[in-house]
């Protein structure tokens, strides 16, 4: 159910690819929730996702952007300041690991592949708030928020390079939350969420081992790509103007457990496994 809580905002939400998409979720719950944005994302995965699916249904248009790419960036940016005027809220849902989808383990990576990981996942962040704040384009009170994940703050098997990738895009968040909030009053937070079985979490290695063990771990098991996107709304309308430099954990508890009894019967029937073998 909409309760307009973006009416008459304006934003940009990058990286929605296909309907597994967390980023095409939340444009989805934007536009029911009352909000006008454009849609962006690199050409290539514009070939290979239904974006223009999305942008149909969301009434707008999709501009082609690498989020790596100051010049892309800087079109994107004054063309939604000439269509919009200044905006409210940006989505960044951009991350890839070219050393995970090569199956190169951690201690073995290319750093080739490491060096672009981090850019597109954690440095475009960098970009995508400095060229806002360079040509002022967000509103006092603005909101910017980009997808974040546990394997910052812990070691998880198979997440290899892209745990540096989100432990920089967090810090970043903390930064820039100073800066633009000391000096415009613009708001920049990271959401970690459950695992999620889009597109890109699906190259993860074990995913679905992982969603399994974190699901019998968190109290209130895993929080799905739809209610991400809730949480988004709620982080980019007036009801959070004082939360900014945070990290917000949206995993249904996970973060906080050491161990829960779903695990542990779980670990006990392996355990007995084991014994009779």
């Known amino acids: 159910m909409a309760h307009n809580l973006l009416k008459g905002k304006k934003g940009i939400i990058f990286g929605a690819l296909n309907d597994m998409s967390i980023a095409w979720k939340v444009a989805e719950r934007s536009y029911e929730e009352g909000a006008e944005f454009l849609l962006t994302n690199t050409p290539v995965s514009m070939r290979l996702g239904n974006i223009d699916d999305l942008a149909k249904k969301c009434n707008t248009e999709v501009v082609a952007c690498d989020a790596t790419n100051n010049g892309d960036l800087e079109k994107l940016v004054l063309l939604a300041k000439e269509k919009y005027g200044k905006i409210d809220f940006i989505l960044h849902s951009i991350g890839m690991s070219p050393n995970v989808r090569k199956k190169l383990v951690y201690d073995k990576l290319n750093y080739d592949y490491y060096h672009k990981t981090l850019d597109i996942s954690a440095l475009s962040f960098h970009k995508v708030t400095a060229m806002l704040k360079k040509h002022d384009a967000m509103n006092e009170w603005g909101s910017i928020v980009a997808l974040s ?116 019967t779980q670990y006990g029937k392996s355990l007995d496994m084991d014994i009779e073998e």
Do not use: W
């Not at 209130?220 to 004082?242: H, V, W």
């Open 149 to 264: 994940y546990v394997a910052a703050q812990r070691t998880l098997y198979g997440y290899n390079d892209m745990a540096d990738a989100k432990a920089l895009l967090e810090s970043i968040a903390r930064s820039f939350g100073y800066i633009y909030g000391r000096e415009k009053k613009v708001r920049v937070n990271t959401i970690s969420q459950s695992p999620t079985l889009t597109t890109a979490g699906s190259g993860v290695k074990g995913i679905d081992g992982l969603m399994d063990f974190t699901e019998r771990m968190s109290p209130l098991g895993n929080a799905t790509a739809d209610e991400c996107a809730d949480y988004c709304i709620t982080m980019f309308s007036d009801l959070t103007r004082k939360v900014t430099m945070q990290n917000l954990f949206h995993d249904g508890g996970f973060s906080s457990m050491g161990m829960s009894l779903k695990a542990m």
